[in-house]
T-cell receptor, first 114, second 111 residues
Framework: IAGITQAPTSQILAAGRRMTLRCTQD?????MYWYRQDLGLGLRLIHY???????GKGEVPDGYSVSRANTDDFPLTLASAVPSQTSVYFC?????????????FGPGTRLTVL | KQEVTQIPAALSVPEGENLVLNCSFT??????LQWFRQDPGKGLTSLLLIQSSQREQTSGRLNASLDKSSGRSTLYIAASQPGDSATYLC??????????FGAGTILRVKS
């Protein structure tokens, strides 16, 4: 593994189903993030984690949950998917150094909720 | 609430042209500003990061400037090439580990 990996690459999901998007990084970064990207809206932060064992809410957290049991993994769960959660989801990580926060992004998961 | 706006939304230029992408933000209390590149169907790649105390950063044919007081940044691309075709995103860091993104500028460089 080099950098950040996300799985699955894409998924079509029926509304009401539960879904977990996986994210793993091998850079030993302390911070990890989940964004969604929608046409015309740019990337919006869903949840973040500054260090293993802690999580925080971003701009659009409703309908999503995360956990950070260890440094490397940061799964995103949709408990009961709805069509408005159709989007491209990006995981990112960074090593915070003072006020400098260069984030490294995974390749994304394209999710369609029908 | 911080808002980031990028103009234009899309730009098409002939190869070899110099071009400028614009980014504006509403809250000048930022830690830094970053420019990213995103290729179709791919993740984001960081191009340049300008800290709040800096005025500009350069990397190869790319030059990014920051005017924090007016809430503006520009990304200058010199001698554009077809390989520069991508979406360019601007993001500001307001708090620790929190980036706010613009919607991006889709650039097409025609050969």
């Amino acid at each position: 593994i080099a950098g950040i990996t996300q799985a699955p690459t894409s998924q079509i999901l029926a509304a009401g189903r539960r879904m977990t998007l996986r994210c793993t990084q091998d850079m030993r970064h302390n911070a990890m993030y989940w964004y969604r990207q929608d046409l015309g809206l740019g990337l919006r932060l869903i949840h973040y984690s500054n260090t293993a064992g802690t999580t925080g809410k971003g701009e659009v957290p409703d309908g999503y949950s995360v956990s950070r049991a260890n440094t490397d993994d940061f799964p995103l769960t949709l408990a009961s998917a709805v069509p408005s959660q159709t989007s491209v989801y990006f995981c990112a990580s960074s090593k915070t150094q003072g006020t400098v926060n260069t984030q490294y992004f995974g390749p994304g998961t394209r999710l369609t909720v029908l | 609430k911080q808002e980031v706006t990028q103009i234009p939304a899309a730009l098409s230029v002939p190869e070899g042209e110099n071009l400028v992408l614009n980014c504006s933000f509403t809250d000048s209390a930022i830690y830094n500003l970053q420019w990213f590149r995103q290729d179709p169907g791919k993740g984001l790649t960081s191009l340049l990061l300008i800290q709040s105390s800096q005025r500009e950063q350069t990397s190869g044919r790319l030059n990014a400037s920051l005017d924090k007081s007016s809430g503006r940044s520009t990304l200058y691309i010199a001698a554009s090439q077809p390989g520069d075709s991508a979406t360019y995103l601007c993001a500001v860091q307001n708090g620790v580990n929190k980036l706010v993104f613009g919607a991006g500028t889709i650039l097409r460089v025609k050969s």
